[in-house]
Structure formats: structure tokens, C-alpha cells
């Protein structure tokens, strides 16, 4: 009896102690991991919260770029970008080439990836051709292809044997941003497909084709299925990236905003108004304005894929 | 003799602080070394915007006035042309890491808030180093005073030029006796140019090479032809626009003819234009920084101003200028050697003027070296009937003005606006820009600013 009131007093004692035991490992992984994540955190906070807060905050100002002589001057800003029709046409041109890229550079990326893990010889070459130009800096890949659009010299219309002025015809100057950037960035989403592709267990498609299914019906029923998150990661990230379309195309129209202003991006905008105009608190305004859309696009994203996956279920 | 007592943890933390060391004391060497490999008492920091030819040439006089002055290091930078340049400039001014000398455009001069970001020069030390008021063009020397007081040292203008080719003119008869174009004083005698010119051209050749998709380059002939009808862009007070809007469409439609009749081929728009024209094209509307392009291509060229078809001479005209960022102690060895810098370069103009650019100091002008240059001789009139943009704050080369109405320009140029909408265009732009506070000082064009 006394043994096992013992007992029944000492197992409780003993499990409150491993309890805090482990409280106290907790707190200690706690401290640990704060340690570490802590560069992490400080950088964040200086580089992106402090700016977003302060670009906040000039956005209620007329500040310029001396950064002196800046007055309050409330939602000014905000209602001076609703009426300017540079804010919409600039909006409309980074939608416009959203809009190219994401499709194009989303399927390309698959058959490209599909072609890799399918060709058995040489493999690292195919690979290394697909990706390497994701390697390069947006102004070599723009700088290089300024040179093939070239209407003159450039090595399209050479091939082709036409005479058309890519970079200088407003019809055309936005195609060829987006041929450019699908050359240049399409080996990071191929990257995904690629590792995605050697992801999917290998007796499914032996199961499929031990009960008769073609190339076809494994490529819809086995493959593509087991894709779909990765699709889902490929488009989301590339509808951030190319809203935020800028360098490549600032770099192939020698920093101007291409034919008739044709290329002239949302970005590109805000930092005319920023640093040719001096506009700071204006650049800042609309700045906010953009950082609202992509992080409703963001959201938006988040919403349907958490819809998809409760439907799933 | 044991292992000695230090762990992983204290070798890492040891190396990686001799390699902080190690840099620091790196830079520090490099520091020490630059100023010990000069030799200098006073070191100018002067930032340009000058690439290409006019960057050999620039390196070439600085050279030679580092020779003439060991007593003073001069450290350039060179930096991008256009808004990069006039971003980066502005910043180091409001941010006090002001260059001691810098160079601008005389147009973006008024907008660049003098007094705020500019300090003004000493006219006394200019004059001590030879450059006085009378040793240059009145025009250019107003356009350069600010509220009275002198915020800019114009070293040339730089103009747009109807370069043209010797041999394919002759051969369409187009050549004078004295081996110039012959002269062109209307719009019909200017297209009958082209048509004869057309027809000694070679197959798949252009007429003439226009930049007609080029927003800066359609902005500057507008503005040659504009006011060579006489257009004018605001009242004195800067209060109103007077843009005139009939001549306006005719300057456009006359922009536009060029590629409606035929001679402007829309394919080869942009740089081709100068491509065409070292192929054998008759025609190309450029920049005399392009002198030394057609020169070291060995062409039998000549240059003139923009033709004057609407009767009055005028061709479009912006100046390189030396300015001096404001600093807020600015003053002692480094900003006389700034001032000697200048003075030195803009007297020693002669080099620069190898590259295509009109000196702007008047006293090379009249050099037997300078007369014997060829083609400049041929267009230094352009000198005395300069086009130039309205003197206000959002004027300038690459400014605000020349973005908002150049892709209008060129918009009816390339058709797909009609040159009397295009026009209409241009003065509502014009009336907004009017009604824009400067973001420097908050004051509309109206309220003050550019006024000589």
C-alpha cells in the first residue's frame, strides 16, 4: 500500500518533471532557433518592412528626391494616380506581357522538361542548354538579344528573311521582351518540372502499362495529375515575376520605354517618377498601389489553391 | 608541448577576423597608395556622362591637364548617360557626397534646382584661369544664368545634323560647286532632294535615316522645325501655353511625309539609320557625335543644320555644361582646382571639338585648326540660330518634357496617330506639365524657377 502510494505520488512528480524537462528544451530550441533566424529577421526588417513602412509614409507626402522641403498632403498622391493615365497604360502593359509569359513559359517549361527526362543520351547537355541561360544577368540576356532583333544585322530576321523592326515598332517591341524572357528564365520552372518529372514513382507508369494504357493516356492520367501542385508553383511564381517585369525591357529599349512608351512597364514607371521626375512621394503612392494588386494576386492565389484542396479532399 | 587550447569554434571566429582585418587594412593600403601614387596637394572629383569617342577625348584633355597641373589630382568618373547620370547626381548633391565638378546639360540646368543641389560659380576665379562672359555665345551664357546668377560653364552645343554623302549626291546632281549639298530653303525643294537622291540610291537602301521611332531624336527635330516657323511654347511669365497647334501639325506632317512618300524606311528605324547611311544611304539625321562614326569609317560626307524648309534656319541645340553639385563646405583648394579644371577644358576646346561637338567658347571657333576641321566647319553656324527646348524646370535632355511629348511625336510620325490629334496632344501635355509643381522647391513654372 505504501509502496504504491508511492508510486501513484512519484509518477506524477516524475511526469511533471520530464513535462518541464521538456518546457525547458523547448525554450532552449526556442533560443537556438532564434539565433538563427534572428540575421534573417534583422535583414527583413531593414530592408523590406522599414521601407514599406517608410514608402508608406511618403506616399501621404510631396517629398522629392532631396529628400528636404516634404509636406503632408494626405491621399493627394492616391487620387492624382487614379486619374493619370500613364499609372493605367503602364499597369496594362505589365498585365499584357503577364499574360504572354505566364501560358508560354509554363508549357514550354514542361515540354522542355518532358524532352530532359526523356532523351537518355547526353543527358547533362540538354539539361545544361535548357538551364544554363537562366545563369546569365538580365542585361547580358537583353543585350544579346537586342543584337539577334536587330532589324539590320540581327540574326532573325536574317533567318526568316524578313525586315521587321522588332524593337522599335510598337506592335512588336513587347513580343520581343517576351521572346527574351522566355529564353532567359524558362530553365528555372523547366528546373521544377525536371524534379517533379523523376518525383513521380516509376510503377505507376509500369501498373498503367501492365493494364494498356498508351503514352497518352499515362501522359493525362498519371502524369499531368501528378503535376498539378508543381503547375500551381510555376504559375504563381512566374504571375509575381512577370508583373514585376522591368530590367530585361529597360535594357533592350536602352532605358527608354520603347516604341511609343509600348514598353513601358509599372515598374519602370514608378521609377521614372521616382528618379527622372523626382517625384518621390508620388512614386511612392503608386508603388503602394502596385504592392496592393500583387499581394492581392498573391492572396488570391492562396484562396483558390486552399479551395482546391478542401474540394479535394 | 600539447595541442594548443583552441577549438573549431575559436579558429573560425580568428579567421574569419583576420579577413575583416585583412580588408580593411587592404582598402586602407589602396587608399594610401592612390594618393601616394598622385603626388598631389588637391584631388577634384569630377563626374562625366562622356562614353564612346567623347570619352577617349575627354580622358585626352584631362591628361593633359593633369601633365600641365602635377600639383592637382583629378579622379573622374564616367557614368551613364541620361536619367542614371541625373539620378545619381542629384542624390550625391542632396545627400552631401556632392563631386567637386560635374558635367550636365545646359536644359536639365533649370530643373536641377540651383541653388538647392547646384552651387554657383565664382566669376572672379573663373576669370583668374581666362573664361570670361564675352568668350561665348550670348544665347548660350543666358541660358546658363539662373536668377541672375551663373549655375552652368557651357564647354559646346551639341546639334542634330543632315549629314549626306558626297558621292551618291553627286551622282544625283545634288552637289554645288563647292562640294556642299545644294542649299534647301522649302519643304518642296527639300522632298525634290529626296526624289532625285532616291534615284542614285542603291536597291534596299533608305533615303534618309530619320529616327523615326526614336522618342529623343523625333522631340529634337520637332523642335528644329517648330521653331523654325517661329513656334513658341509658353508666355514669358511661363503662365500660358501658346504652343500653336496648326504649326505644330505642320511640322508633324512634314515628319510624317518622309515615310508615307517613301524615304524613310519604317524597318530600319533607331541606329540602322547611321548603318544605312555608312552602306551608302544618301541621307541620315543625326548628331554631330556621330563625326567620328563616319569619319573613322573613311565616308566622303558633309554636314549641315537641319534643312531649313520652313524658311528660318533653326536646328535643335542642347550644351554640355560643367556644373558644381552642391556641397555644403563647398569652397577652398578643391573647388579652385574645380574652377581650373573647367576653365582649362572649356579654353582647350579644340580636341573636344574633334568629336563632332560646336566649342562653346567663341575664341576657338575663329583657329585655323578649328576652320580646317571638316564638316564641322561646315555647320558652326548652327551656333547663332539654336532650337532649343523652353527654359523651365521640366525641359532638358532626357527630362520630363522629352518623355511625355517625344512618344507623341513619334507616335504621328510612325501613323498611328494623325499629326493635327498628335498636335492637340502635345499642348494638353504641355498644359498639364505647366500646372506641375516643380518636386525640387514645390512651385510651378509660373511661380519661378528658370528665369534668366
Not at chain 2, 267 to 287: L, R, T
Given at each position: ?70 509636406s503632408?498632403?494626405?491621399?493627394d ?11 493605367w ?11 504572354l509569359?505566364?501560358p ?39 543585350n ?61 507508369y ?33 504571375i ?16 527608354l ?57 | ?118 552651387d554657383?560659380w ?42 549626306y ?69 509658353f ?21 510624317r511625309?518622309?515615310?508615307t ?81 573647367a ?16 566649342p ?9 585648326a ?17 532650337a ?19 512618344p ?29 509643381k516643380?518636386?525640387m ?9 528658370a528665369?534668366?
Amino acid at each position: 500500500m505504501t509502496a504504491t502510494s508511492a508510486q501513484t505520488v512519484i509518477a506524477p512528480t516524475r511526469a511533471r518533471t520530464a513535462a518541464a524537462g521538456a518546457t525547458v528544451r523547448r525554450r532552449q530550441g526556442f533560443q537556438h532557433g532564434a539565433w538563427f533566424v534572428a540575421p534573417f529577421l534583422v535583414l527583413f526588417a531593414l530592408f523590406v518592412i522599414w521601407p514599406l513602412l517608410r514608402g508608406l509614409y511618403l506616399s501621404f507626402t510631396d517629398a522629392n528626391i532631396s529628400g528636404d522641403a516634404t509636406s503632408f498632403i494626405g491621399l493627394d498622391n492616391y487620387r492624382e494616380a487614379l486619374d493619370d493615365p500613364l499609372v493605367w497604360e503602364s499597369l496594362g502593359h505589365s498585365a499584357y506581357f503577364t499574360l504572354l509569359v505566364v501560358p508560354c513559359i509554363t508549357v514550354l517549361a514542361f515540354l522542355l522538361a518532358m524532352l530532359a527526362h526523356h532523351i537518355e543520351r547526353v543527358t547533362w547537355l540538354w539539361r545544361l542548354c535548357f538551364f544554363a541561360p537562366f545563369l546569365l544577368p538580365s542585361t547580358v540576356a537583353a543585350n544579346l538579344w537586342q543584337w539577334l532583333f536587330n532589324p539590320g544585322t540581327g540574326m532573325i530576321n536574317h533567318v526568316f528573311g524578313i525586315e521587321t523592326a522588332w524593337l522599335t515598332d510598337k506592335s512588336y517591341a513587347m513580343l520581343a521582351v517576351v521572346v527574351c524572357t522566355l529564353w532567359w528564365t524558362v530553365g528555372f520552372s523547366f528546373l521544377l518540372y525536371l524534379a517533379a518529372l523523376q518525383g513521380i514513382p516509376a510503377h505507376l507508369y509500369e501498373a498503367a502499362k501492365l493494364d494498356g494504357a498508351n503514352a497518352w493516356h499515362r501522359m493525362v492520367h498519371i502524369t499531368l495529375p501528378m503535376l498539378r501542385n508543381i503547375t500551381g508553383l510555376v504559375v504563381a511564381l512566374q504571375i509575381l515575376a512577370s508583373l514585376q517585369v522591368f530590367d530585361q525591357a529597360v535594357v533592350m529599349m536602352d532605358f527608354l520605354p520603347g516604341p511609343e512608351g509600348s514598353t513601358r512597364t509599372f515598374v519602370q514607371y514608378t521609377l521614372e517618377e521616382g528618379f527622372t521626375s523626382y517625384r518621390v512621394g508620388y512614386a511612392s503612392a503608386i508603388s503602394i498601389i502596385f504592392f496592393v494588386i500583387i499581394a492581392a494576386v498573391a492572396l488570391a492565389r492562396m484562396w483558390l489553391l486552399r479551395n482546391r484542396e478542401e474540394g479535394g479532399r | 608541448m600539447g595541442r594548443p587550447g583552441l577549438n573549431r569554434r575559436q579558429i573560425l571566429a580568428g579567421l574569419s577576423g583576420l579577413t575583416v582585418a585583412g580588408s580593411l587594412g587592404f582598402a586602407a593600403l589602396g587608399t594610401g597608395a592612390d594618393a601616394l601614387a598622385s603626388g598631389a596637394d588637391t584631388r577634384v572629383r569630377y563626374w562625366n556622362l562622356f562614353s564612346g569617342g567623347d570619352g577617349y577625348n575627354m580622358i585626352a584633355m584631362l591628361d593633359a591637364f593633369r601633365k600641365a597641373n602635377p600639383g592637382i589630382d583629378v579622379k573622374d568618373s564616367t557614368l551613364q548617360w541620361g536619367s542614371p547620370f541625373y539620378t545619381k547626381l542629384a542624390m550625391a548633391a542632396a545627400g552631401s557626397r556632392a563631386p567637386d565638378l560635374g558635367v550636365m546639360h545646359l536644359g536639365r540646368v533649370p530643373g536641377f534646382s540651383p541653388g538647392r543641389l547646384l552651387d554657383p560659380w565664382d566669376a572672379g576665379l573663373l576669370a583668374k584661369y581666362g573664361v570670361r562672359e564675352a568668350d561665348f555665345n550670348p544665347e548660350l551664357w543666358k541660358r546658363a544664368v539662373i536668377d541672375g546668377t551663373l549655375y552652368a560653364l557651357p564647354l559646346d552645343i551639341h546639334v542634330q545634323l543632315c549629314f549626306y554623302r558626297k558621292d551618291v549626291l553627286k551622282k544625283a546632281g545634288l552637289l554645288g560647286d563647292d562640294g556642299r549639298i545644294v542649299p534647301v530653303t522649302s519643304v518642296d525643294e527639300w522632298f525634290d532632294v529626296l526624289k532625285e537622291a532616291k534615284k542614285a540610291t542603291r536597291k534596299g537602301l533608305q533615303t534618309i535615316g530619320m529616327w523615326s521611332s526614336d522618342q529623343n531624336f523625333q522631340w529634337w527635330f520637332f523642335v528644329a522645325f517648330y521653331t523654325q516657323l517661329g513656334g513658341t511654347w509658353f508666355d514669358d511669365a511661363n503662365g500660358e501655353v501658346t504652343f500653336d497647334t496648326d504649326k505644330a501639325t505642320q511640322v508633324l506632317e512634314f515628319l510624317r511625309r518622309h515615310i508615307t512618300d517613301g524615304y524613310v524606311d519604317p524597318g530600319f528605324a533607331g541606329g540602322a539609320g547611321a548603318e544605312q547611311f555608312v552602306n551608302g544611304g544618301p541621307f541620315v539625321w543625326e548628331g554631330n557625335w556621330s563625326v567620328p562614326v563616319f569619319d573613322s569609317a573613311k565616308l566622303d560626307y558633309g554636314a549641315t543644320p537641319l534643312p531649313p524648309v520652313f524658311g528660318r534656319p533653326a536646328t535643335h541645340a542642347e550644351s554640355h555644361s560643367f556644373v558644381l553639385p552642391h556641397q555644403s563646405d563647398r569652397g577652398g583648394a578643391a573647388n579652385e582646382a574645380a574652377h581650373q579644371l573647367a576653365a582649362h577644358i572649356v579654353r582647350h576646346a579644340q580636341q573636344w571639338a574633334g568629336g563632332g561637338h560646336i566649342p562653346a567658347y567663341t575664341p576657338t571657333l575663329s583657329t585655323d585648326a578649328y576652320e580646317k576641321l571638316n564638316p564641322q566647319s561646315e555647320y558652326v553656324s548652327a551656333m547663332d540660330h539654336q532650337a532649343t527646348e523652353p527654359k523651365v524646370w521640366f525641359a532638358g535632355s532626357t527630362g520630363i518634357l522629352a518623355q511625355r511629348v517625344g512618344p507623341v511625336v513619334v507616335s504621328s510620325t510612325m501613323g498611328s496617330a494623325k499629326p493635327d490629334t498628335a498636335a492637340r496632344r502635345m499642348r494638353s501635355t504641355l498644359t498639364e506639365l505647366l500646372a506641375m509643381k516643380n518636386p525640387m522647391d514645390g512651385q510651378t513654372a509660373a511661380q519661378g524657377g528658370a528665369v534668366a
